[in-house]
């Protein structure tokens, strides 16, 4: 397992974990662990791939688009992990995270693609 897989695989069992205290957790908290476990499966992605930052009005969050200019793909974040703390088991980081790896790693030029 390399390190990417590794750290989030850790990730998923700290979102896993914190879903049984959501209900407990205020709003500023939950918003928080989103917006950073969020950026950090961001940094990862950038990290791995490069690309480019940018903020997506329509979803109020940092996005990464990789690829640019021979195709378009972009990882969006904070939603999936909202989910996952939320306790939706099928919003599963690291599968998440290896679609948009497959879909980067297969694409041809002029994909364009969204991982939300």
């Not at 390190?3 to 205020?26: C, G, H, K, R, W």
């Not at 918003?31 to 979803?59: K, M, N, S």
Request: charged letters at 20%; aromatic letters at 14%; glycine letters at 10%.
């Amino acid at each position: 397992m390399d390190y990417t897989a590794q750290s989030l695989e850790m990730v998923e069992e700290i979102l896993a974990e914190a879903s049984d205290y959501f209900s407990d957790l205020p709003q500023e908290q939950v918003t928080a662990i989103v917006q950073r476990v969020g950026c950090y499966i961001l940094d990862v992605a950038y990290r791995q791939f490069g690309g480019q930052f940018f903020w997506h009005g329509e979803y109020d969050q940092p996005i990464l688009v990789v690829g640019e200019p021979e195709k378009h793909i972009a990882l969006v974040t904070w939603g999936k992990v909202h989910g996952r703390i939320a306790g939706d088991a099928g919003d599963n980081i690291p599968f998440f995270y290896a679609g948009f790896f497959d879909c980067v790693a297969g694409s041809k030029p002029g994909t364009r693609a969204v991982y939300v």
